[in-house]
C-alpha cells in the first residue's frame, strides 16, 4: 500500500517562534502579530488582457483588470501580478495537479496558460495597528492607506527577499514569498519586531 504524506507548511519549524513573538509584542503594550496560512493550491495563469474574459469562463473565476490589484474568488483569490499575469489559489482543492489538468484543456482552449505554482508560495500574515510600521522597516512601497490600499498588490523586497505583498480591508497585510526565501523572510519578521518586545523577552 502506498504511503500517503501529510503536507508541512514550508514554514512549519516557525510556527511557535512566532506564537511567542505575538504573546510578547502584546505583553509591551504593542498590535502586531504574524500567523501562517495555510498551504492553498495555486495556478500561475498567463493570457493576454483581450483574452482574459475568455480565461475566466474556463477557469471558472474572475480576474481582476485592474493592475496591480486582488480579488476574492469563491475558494480563494486571484492576484494581478502583470498586464498578462494572474496568480489564482483555491483554499478547497484537494490536489492542485489535479486542478491543473482540469483546467489546463479548456484554458489553452482559449488561449491560456496555466501551471501548478502550489509548492513555489509560502503565506503569512501580519496584523495589527503596528503590523504597517513592521513593514516599512524593509520595504519601500508606499504602504498608506491613499496609496496601498485594501485591494492593493504589488511585488516589492521585503529586506533582501522579493516577495508578493496584499494589502487586506482590515488593515492586514499578507506576504507570500517563494518558499526558498521563505527562512529569510521569517528570520526577518522576527528580528525587525525586536523593536516591539519588552526587554525581557530580546
Not at 509584542?25 to 501562517?36: E, I, Q, R, S, Y
Not at 479548456?106 to 495589527?128: E, I, K, P, W
Not at 504602504?143 to 492586514?172: I, K, M, N, W, Y
Request: charged content about 15%; some cysteine; hydrophobic content about 50%.
Amino acid at each position: 500500500m502506498a504511503e500517503h504524506l501529510t503536507p508541512v507548511h514550508p514554514l512549519e519549524a516557525w510556527r511557535d517562534r512566532f506564537a511567542a513573538l505575538n504573546s510578547d509584542v502584546l505583553t509591551a503594550g504593542h498590535d502586531v502579530a504574524v500567523d501562517l496560512e495555510p498551504s492553498v493550491a495555486a495556478l500561475a495563469v498567463r493570457v493576454a488582457p483581450e483574452r482574459a474574459a475568455l480565461a475566466e469562463v474556463a477557469l471558472g473565476v474572475s480576474l481582476p483588470s485592474s493592475p496591480l490589484a486582488w480579488a476574492p474568488t469563491l475558494r480563494g483569490q486571484a492576484f494581478h501580478l502583470g498586464p498578462d499575469e494572474w496568480l489564482v489559489t483555491d483554499t478547497a482543492a484537494t490536489s492542485a495537479a489535479a486542478w491543473e489538468a482540469v483546467a489546463r484543456p479548456a484554458a489553452a482552449a482559449v488561449g491560456t496558460a496555466v501551471s501548478d505554482v502550489s509548492a513555489q508560495y509560502a503565506f503569512l500574515r501580519l496584523r495589527g495597528r503596528d503590523a504597517r510600521e513592521l513593514l516599512s522597516f524593509g520595504c519601500a512601497l508606499d504602504l498608506r492607506p491613499a496609496a496601498f490600499g485594501p485591494r492593493s498588490c504589488a511585488r516589492t523586497l521585503l529586506g533582501q527577499a522579493g516577495v508578493l505583498l496584499v494589502g487586506h480591508p482590515d488593515g492586514e497585510y499578507q506576504v507570500v514569498v517563494r518558499t526558498s526565501f521563505a527562512g529569510y523572510v521569517a528570520a526577518w519578521l522576527l528580528d525587525a519586531a525586536v523593536t516591539y518586545q519588552p526587554a525581557a523577552a530580546i
